[in-house]
C-alpha cells in the first residue's frame, strides 16, 4: 500500500530503473524539511523521462562518488512551461522562480533520507555550505541534527552484584511439582514378532466380553474447589402495581326530538337578494365555484372513501403476512391404482371447480417397459368441487351441456355467498355401482398424429388464425378454434377443430347407423374431428449440421396474455349462447383479411434446457418447393435440465418465464443478448411455476422436496423472498385463480396425486403503488445493463484482436531481428575463419604477406 501524502493523492513514480509507489504532495506548495532543521532542503522524486532531460541520471551522470548535479534555473522554467503540472519540478515551482542564483543544486538521495529519491536545495547558503563542506562530516552533521535534544540515548547497562528481593520464593511457589508416585511399566514382547503384519478387523463390541471400557464422569471427593470470586450484575427495575378502573354506567333512555326548517319570509328574501354584500361575495366567490363544478365533473365526488378503505378486512392476516394458508385438499379415495397430477386447470366462471388430469405413476423405466399396455389403461380427467372435497366428478370434456346442472348457489358460515358445484355423477361410498366413465368427444387420428407423447397444449387466441403457411389472418369464427400442441417427437402441430371442407349430405340410414354406434352421452359436435383430425401444419426445429431435431417440451406463443383473464371480465363476457360451437362452418366462407405486423415468433423450451425463439411461419425449398420451417432465431443454453415452464407474463405480453432444472430465467422479446435475470442454482430441483394473476413482480415455483418458492422482484432478485413447504414429495403442477380483489387462491399438485389448495395471502395478491412501471423500470433497466455487456463483450473482443496482431507483429520483428543477427553472426564466423586461413597460409609459407589482398579479393 502507498504512503498518503499531505492532501492523501497517490502518484506513480519511477526511480531509476524500477517502478516504486512514492507520494506525491498535491498542493503548489512545496514540501521542506523545516521540522528536521532543514528548510533549505525540498524532496522531489524524478522520473526516469526527467532523469534523461536534465542528464541526472541515476548510476550513470550520478554516482555514489559524486550525489549531487547542477542544474540551470533556466532549464527548469522551461521544462515547467512545456509539461506544466506534468513536470516533476512542478512542486517547487515557487522555490525555483524566486532562487535568486543562475544553478540550483540537485541531491541524490540514495537512501531516502527525505522520503523520496532526490531533494533540491533553495538557497545559496545551502548549496555553498553542501559543496564546501567534505561528504562524510556533512553526514554526521546532518545526522545530528536530525536528533532532537529531548532524544533517548541509549546506554548499554552495567553488571552488578545480585541482591535478593525475594523473588525466588515466588518463583518456587509458583512451580509445579509432582505429588504423586510415579508408576513404572515395562512392555515387552518376542524378537521374532517385531515386524509382522497386522490385521484389523471389525467386531460388534456389545457381542465381545470386555471388549469396551467406558469411562463416564464423576465427581472426585478428594478435591473441592473453593469459589472465591463471583461476578453477579444487577439492574434496577421499576416498580409497577397493578389496576383497574370501570367507565360509569349509566341506563339508556328513549328521547326523541322533533325540529322545523327556519325560512326567511318574502320581504326578507328581497332584501337579501338585493344585498350588496350578497352580490359582491357571489362575484368573488365565481372563479372558485366554477374550479369546484369541473372538478365535480372529471372526479366521482360521491366515493365512500371509508367503504374503500375496508374493502380488505375479509383477507386473512396482516398486510406483512406472506404464508399460503391451506384452503383444502382432494384426494382420490376410489381408485386404488397409483396416479399422479399432470395438469390442473381452474373453470373461468364457476367457484371452486377445477379440473385434473391424472396418468399412472411410474418410473422412467417402468414406463417404457409397460409403454404398450398403458395404452389400455384409462386417461382420466377428474373434476373436484369445493362443495365435496372427497368425491370426484367424472364429467363430460364439453362440459357446456351440463353448465346448469353444475352451478348451484349456496350460502356457507360466516363467508358471504359462494357458487358452488351440485355434482352431476356422485360417487357414493357404500354403493357397489361401477364408476361411469364418460367417452371423449373426439380423438385425432393415429397416422397423422403425434408418434409419442403430447409434452404441451394451447390454444391459439379468438382474435387471429394462421394458415397452412403460418400466415396469421382475421379469426373468422370468432371463437378459439385452433390450437398447437408439442411432443416427445420433435414436432410441433398446428391443429383446427372447424370441418375443412363442405359436409355432403349423408344416406339417412347411413346417419342412423352413426347414430346408434355414438354413446348417449357423448354430445355430436365434433364428430366429424373423430379419428380422423389432422393437423394442418406440422413444424421440426432443426439443430442444424446434423440431422436430429429439437425435442420441445414447453411453447408460447404470442398472444397469449390474452387468455389471463379475471372472473369479472369473463362473466361480463358470457353471452346467452352456452355453447359457442354448436355452428363451427358459421364464417368459413367469409374472406381471410390479413394482420399486418403480427409477430409470428414464439419461444420453444426444450429436453435439453434449451430456450429456442423461433418462428412458425414456413418457407420454400428453392430447390424442391416444398415447404420447410425456417431455422431458430436465437437459441440459448441456459437450464441444467429439460425446461418443464415456459409462459408469457399476464401483464407485460413481452416478458416470458423460463423454469428448467435447477435455476429460472426472465426472457424480453426483442432482446437476443440472453435473459435479463437468471437465477443461481436451487437447492432442489424445480418442477413446475406459474406467474402471478394480480402482481407483475410475483412468481411461484414448486420444487422437488414439496417446497414451493415464492419470487417477489420488488424485494429480492437473487433469491426467492419465501419458501415453504407444501408436502413430502414433488410438485408437479402450478396454477393460481382470481376470484376477487378478497380471495385468490393457489392449486398445487403433487406426485402422489393429491390436490392442495391454497389460499394467497394480502401481500402476495394485492400490488402496491405503481409496481406496474417499477417492475417495467426493472426490465428496462436489465435491458440496458444486458446492452452494455454486450457493447464492453464486443470492445474486449476487439482489444483481444489488436493485442493479437500486435503480438504477430513483435514476432515477425523479431523474427527478422534475430534473422540478421544469425546472418550477421555467420559472417562474422565466416571472416574470421578466411583470416585465420590466410594465417595458416602465410605461417606454411603458401602465400606471402604482399600477396594477401589479392588472396583476399580471389576469396
Known amino acids: ?66 550525489p549531487y548535479m547542477l542544474i540551470k534555473k533556466v532549464d527548469i522554467i522551461e521544462d515547467l512551461h512545456n509539461r506544466a503540472a506534468v513536470s516533476d519540478f512542478h512542486p517547487v515551482k515557487k522555490i525555483v522562480q524566486e532562487y535568486p542564483g543562475d544553478e540550483l543544486l540537485l541531491v541524490y538521495d540514495k537512501d531516502f533520507r527525505y522520503g523520496l529519491n532526490f531533494y533540491l536545495i533553495g538557497t545559496e547558503e545551502g548549496k555553498e555550505n553542501y559543496l564546501n563542506t567534505s561528504e562524510v562530516p556533512e553526514e554526521q552533521e546532518e545526522y545530528k541534527e536530525h536528533i532532537p535534544e529531548d532524544t533517548y540515548v541509549y546506554k548499554p547497562p552495567i553488571s552488578k552484584p545480585w541482591i535478593s528481593l525475594g523473588s525466588e520464593k515466588e518463583i518456587e511457589e509458583e512451580s509445579v511439582k509432582e505429588s504423586t508416585k510415579q508408576s513404572t511399566y515395562k512392555i515387552s514382547r518376542k524378537r521374532s514378532e517385531f515386524g509382522s503384519r497386522i490385521k484389523f478387523s471389525d467386531q460388534n463390541a456389545s457381542s465381545v466380553k470386555d471388549a469396551y471400557i467406558e469411562c463416564t464422569t464423576y465427581p472426585d471427593k478428594n478435591f473441592v474447589i473453593t469459589q472465591l470470586e463471583k461476578d453477579v450484575g444487577m439492574q434496577v427495575v421499576p416498580q409497577t402495581k397493578d389496576t383497574n378502573t370501570q367507565t360509569k354506567w349509566t341506563y339508556p333512555k328513549n328521547a326523541a326530538t322533533q325540529y322545523y326548517p327556519r325560512e326567511f319570509s318574502e320581504e326578507e328574501k328581497e332584501t337579501q337578494a338585493q344585498s350588496k354584500n350578497l352580490i359582491d361575495f357571489l362575484n368573488n366567490v365565481s372563479v372558485s365555484v366554477e374550479i369546484a363544478m369541473q372538478q365535480n365533473e372529471i372526479m366521482n ?31 382420490d379415495l376410489h381408485n386404488l391404482v397409483e396416479k399422479t ?47 365435496d372435497p372427497i368425491h370426484p366428478q367424472i364429467v363430460l370434456w364439453n362440459i357446456t351441456a351440463h353448465a346448469d346442472r353444475i352451478e348451484n348457489v349456496k350460502t356457507g358460515g360466516s363467508r358471504s355467498k359462494k357458487v358452488t358445484l351440485k355434482p352431476m355423477f356422485l360417487l357414493e361410498p357404500d354403493s357397489d355401482k361401477e364408476t361411469m366413465y364418460i367417452r371423449h368427444c373426439a380423438v385425432s387420428s393415429i397416422e397423422s398424429g403425434h408418434k409419442k407423447v403430447i409434452t404441451d ?32 417427437d420433435c414436432t410441433i402441430c398446428f391443429w383446427d377443430i372447424r370441418p375443412q371442407k363442405a359436409s355432403t349430405p349423408q344416406p339417412v340410414e347411413k346417419k342412423k347407423e352413426e347414430m346408434i354406434e355414438i354413446p348417449f352421452d357423448v354430445p355430436s359436435t365434433f364428430s366429424h374431428l373423430d379419428l380422423s383430425w389432422k393437423p394442418f401444419t406440422k413444424i421440426r426445429l432443426s439443430k442444424g449440421e446434423t440431422s436430429l431435431d429439437h425435442c420441445p417440451t414447453k411453447i408460447s406463443l404470442n398472444g397469449e396474455h390474452l387468455f389471463y383473464k379475471t372472473q369479472a371480465q369473463s362473466k361480463a363476457e358470457k353471452t346467452e349462447d352456452l355453447d359457442p360451437y354448436q355452428n363451427l362452418e358459421a364464417g368459413l366462407a367469409n374472406t381471410l383479411k390479413p394482420i399486418d405486423d403480427f409477430c409470428t415468433k414464439f419461444f420453444v423450451g426444450t429436453e435439453e434446457g434449451e430456450v429456442i425463439y423461433t418462428d412458425w411461419k414456413m418457407e420454400r425449398d428453392h430447390e424442391t418447393g416444398r415447404l420447410m420451417t425456417k431455422k431458430p432465431v436465437n437459441l440459448y443454453t441456459v437450464h441444467d435440465g429439460a425446461v418443464h415452464t415456459i409462459q408469457r407474463s399476464p401483464f407485460y405480453n413481452d416478458i416470458v418465464l423460463t423454469i428448467g432444472g435447477w435455476n429460472v430465467a426472465i426472457w424480453k422479446e426483442g432482446v437476443t443478448t440472453g435473459p435479463l435475470l437468471q437465477s443461481c442454482c436451487a437447492p432442489k430441483r424445480y418442477t413446475s411455476g406459474h406467474w402471478s394473476l394480480t402482481r407483475p413482480g410475483v412468481f411461484y415455483i414448486g420444487r422437488e422436496d414439496g417446497y414451493i418458492d415464492v419470487w417477489d422482484l420488488l424485494e429480492k432478485t437473487h433469491e426467492p423472498a419465501h419458501t415453504q413447504n407444501i408436502c413430502i414429495t414433488m410438485i408437479t403442477y402450478i396454477t393460481p385463480w382470481f376470484f376477487s380483489s378478497k380471495q385468490q387462491f393457489l392449486a398445487i399438485a403433487d406426485y402422489y396425486g393429491t390436490l392442495h389448495i391454497l389460499e394467497i395471502p394480502w401481500t402476495l395478491s394485492h400490488p402496491s403503488t405503481n409496481e406496474v412501471a417499477s417492475i417495467d423500470h426493472f426490465f428496462e433497466r436489465e435491458v440496458k445493463h444486458l446492452e452494455y455487456v454486450e457493447q464492453r463483450r464486443k470492445i474486449r473482443e476487439q482489444e483481444k484482436k489488436d493485442m493479437e496482431l500486435e503480438i504477430e507483429k513483435k514476432k515477425i520483428k523479431t523474427y527478422q531481428k534475430t534473422k540478421e543477427q544469425m546472418e550477421a553472426e555467420l559472417k562474422m564466423d565466416y571472416e574470421s575463419y578466411l583470416e585465420m586461413e590466410r594465417t595458416v597460409l602465410i605461417n606454411l609459407g603458401l602465400i606471402k604477406v604482399t600477396d594477401t589482398r589479392s588472396y583476399m579479393d580471389m576469396l
Open 341 to 387: 397430477i399432470t395438469c390442473v386447470s381452474w373453470h373461468p366462471t364457476i367457484f371452486g371447480l377445477i379440473a385434473v388430469s391424472v396418468a399412472v405413476r411410474l418410473s422412467l423405466e417402468d414406463r417404457v417397459h409397460f409403454s404398450g399396455k398403458l395404452l389400455l389403461q384409462p386417461s382420466l380427467i377428474l373434476f373436484w368441487s369445493f362443495s
Open 457 to 488: 397444449i394451447h390454444w391459439l387466441s379468438d382474435t387471429f388464425e394462421i394458415n397452412r403457411m403460418g400466415s396469421v389472418f382475421e379469426n373468422r369464427s370468432g371463437i378459439c378454434c385452433q390450437l398447437v400442441t408439442c411432443s416427445a
Open 1 to 66: 500500500m502507498a504512503p498518503k501524502t499531505q492532501k492523501g493523492g497517490l502518484q506513480k513514480k519511477k526511480h531509476g530503473k524500477k517502478n516504486q509507489t512514492l507520494p506525491v504532495p498535491e498542493e503548489e506548495m512545496p514540501v521542506s524539511m523545516e521540522t528536521l532543521g532543514h528548510p533549505e532542503i525540498f524532496p522531489l522524486v524524478l522520473t526516469t523521462k526527467t532523469q534523461e532531460l536534465f542528464n541526472c541520471r541515476i548510476d550513470e551522470d550520478i554516482t555514489d562518488k559524486k
Open 301 to 331: 365526488a360521491f366515493t365512500d372513501d371509508w367503504k374503500c378503505l375496508a374493502e380488505e378486512e375479509g383477507t386473512f392476516g396482516d398486510k406483512t403476512d406472506t404464508h399460503l394458508k391451506e384452503y383444502q385438499s382432494f384426494t
